[in-house]
């Protein structure tokens, strides 16, 4: 009997980031390639300044997906999620829910510079 072939998923699953457990759940609810995304993108933006709380020092963008500030408000709205000034003061399961909530309503196109897959 043959076997399946294996199907390699668009988005290597990279090695968990410190702390990356805060946000698990919200995985769950949504298609595997969004965890797996979401997961490069933070190891690629702010693993090794904070995750949840990291500050860019040349830019307004902060948490563990680097949303610049006037992009979260708007996008944390739309998500049904505002309330936080700025991404890195909002709890990880609300960045996760919101990057979750970009990324399957409006693409993966502001993280085009993390070379993480998604056609980015």
Not at 97 to 113: D, L, Q, S
Request: charged residues 15%; glycine residues 10%; positive net charge.
């Amino acid at each position: 009997k043959p076997k399946p072939a294996v199907v390699k998923p668009s988005v290597a699953a990279p090695k968990p980031a410190s702390g990356w457990s805060a946000a698990a759940s919200v995985w769950d609810d949504y298609p595997a390639w969004v965890g797996r995304f979401a997961l490069c993108v933070a190891n690629h933006e702010s693993m090794h300044a904070g995750l949840w709380t990291a500050q860019n020092p040349y830019s307004s963008a902060s948490g563990a997906f680097q949303f610049i500030d006037g992009s979260w408000r708007s996008y944390s709205r739309s998500a049904g999620l505002g309330g936080y000034a700025r991404a890195k003061y909002a709890p990880p399961v609300v960045q996760a829910r919101v990057f979750a909530h970009v990324v399957t309503e409006y693409g993966a196109y502001p993280w085009k510079g993390t070379h993480c897959g998604m056609g980015t």
